[in-house]
């Protein structure tokens, strides 16, 4: 059973730092591809990093230079080190996993077969 477990959450004031885990388990981690995605109230849920097995990755446009996505092979473990956050960060934070070698579109979501629960992330003014 493959699961995706995100923490790492929390309230932060604008410009502060938050790095959020993904600890994953039943799935062979050198196969999948990962990404992290989130969701605000009333906003569809949208691509914010993606990390390829190969280790090339993507961002979107609007965390670009700010988050970085990364992985610990030994622990399983997906990152998201999130930097220079700002209020429009606000939202649930999502771990991905797709088995698709390489995702013809890596930020959106219908590439992607596993999710975790979620990790909310509040950024004030």
């Known amino acids: 059973e493959v699961q995706l477990v995100e923490s790492g959450g929390g309230s932060v004031q604008a410009g502060g730092s938050l790095r959020l885990s993904c600890k994953a388990s039943?799935?062979?981690?050198?196969?999948?591809?990962m990404a992290w995605f989130r969701q605000a109230p009333g906003n569809e849920r949208e691509g914010v990093a993606y990390?390829?097995?190969?280790?090339?990755?993507t961002y979107a446009d609007s965390v670009k230079d700010r988050f970085t996505i990364s992985k610990d092979n030994a622990e399983n473990t997906l990152y998201l080190q999130m930097d220079s956050l700002k209020p429009q960060d606000t939202a649930l934070y999502y771990c991905?996993?797709?088995?698709?070698?390489?995702?013809?579109?890596?930020?959106?979501?219908?590439?992607?077969?596993?999710w975790g629960q979620g990790t909310q992330v509040t950024v004030s003014s």
């Open positions: 991905a996993a797709s088995v698709a070698v390489r995702p013809l579109s890596p930020l959106r979501r219908n590439e992607y077969n596993f």
């Open positions: 990390l390829e097995s190969s280790g090339r990755t």
């Open positions: 039943g799935i062979y981690w050198f196969e999948y591809c």
